[in-house]
């Protein structure tokens, strides 16, 4: 699973999804649900890097169901349910997306994921932007901003944050 992770970071799709269905075989194999939830979460975040949004729903919805039963808060929840608000966006189901962020958002906040937590509020923001919920998002995003600027301390996501900002402008 690690390693289709690097192969996915690294821009190897192909090695990094038979990587990832080795993983699924293994850990179904084994019936070791840690192992199956991280490979399903995995697989599905693959596939969303792919465009393949219906199977990648479809892993990540596997993924949460195992850990329903199990919660694991080094495993950082609140990116599968961050990964579930992406794609409904991309798919045009804003009720769904708004929904998923503002699940990850809590989540973040209580396993003290600031990355996670900024990430969860840009993406909130985008999609109040969408809705037209202009203030709603201004302050999802000047949230976000706060917390890449004076926790993170992350150029990168600062800048991805003030262009959302400047276009809710």
């Known amino acids: 699973d690690m390693l ?9 799709i192909e090695s990094a999804l038979n990587h990832s269905l080795e993983a699924v075989s293994i850990a179904e194999d084994l019936k070791e649900a840690k192992l199956l ?3 399903y979460s ?7 890097t792919l465009g393949n949004y219906y199977s990648a729903l479809e892993l990540l ?15 950082k929840m609140n990116r599968t349910l961050s990964n579930l608000s992406h794609i409904y966006y991309q798919i045009g189901r804003y009720d769904k997306a708004s929904e998923f962020g ?6 973040s906040k209580t ?14 923001g985008v999609i109040s932007s969408t809705l ?11 949230d976000a901003l706060y917390l890449a600027v004076n926790n ?7 800048g991805l944050i003030l262009n959302n900002l400047a276009y809710v402008y």
Do not use: V
């Open 37 to 39: 939830k991280l490979a």
């Open 61 to 75: 919805h596997k993924s949460l169901e195992i850990d329903a039963g199990s919660h694991d808060p080094w495993r």
């Open 102 to 107: 503002q699940e990850a958002l809590e989540l």
């Open 4 to 12: 289709a992770m690097c192969d996915l970071h690294l821009g190897n």
């Open 152 to 158: 993170l301390k992350n150029k990168a996501l600062e």
């Open 111 to 124: 396993e003290n994921d600031f990355n996670g937590e900024a990430r969860c509020l840009n993406a909130l």
């Open 132 to 142: 037209n919920e202009l203030q709603d998002a201004k302050k999802y995003l000047e």
């Open 42 to 48: 995995d697989l599905g975040q693959i596939h969303m």
